[in-house]
């Protein structure tokens, strides 16, 4: 599930408007339209909040090398290890 948009300043002092009246998290969330989860994260850290907006998968390959590796995959019954080798890849055959 990809990343939900930012907050915007509006929002954003909606929910320190609501805040400071008292109102939970859960009933914020539900005035503003967003997760209980977003109005968490941003209470938490109002001043850090989405300068760190790195996401998707770090590689420990490049495209490159993975395009290879899928194609001496693909064309023959190897083990994993024995690709591995094959394609001169240093990293772990594991998925993580």
């Not at 490159?64 to 772990?92: D, F, M, Q, W, Y």
Request: net charge positive.
């Amino acid at each position: 599930m990809g990343r939900g948009e930012q907050l915007s300043e509006y929002e954003r002092g909606q929910i320190e408007v609501y805040r400071e009246s008292g109102l939970s998290h859960h009933k914020i969330a539900q005035k503003i339209g967003r997760s209980q989860n977003v109005v968490s994260n941003f209470l938490g850290n109002k001043a850090e909040y989405g300068k760190n907006m790195k996401g998707g998968v770090k590689h420990a390959t490049s495209a490159a090398v993975r395009r290879h590796i899928v194609l001496v995959a693909s064309n023959s019954h190897l083990s994993a290890p024995k690709i591995k080798e094959i394609c001169g890849v240093t990293a772990s055959v594991s998925k993580n």
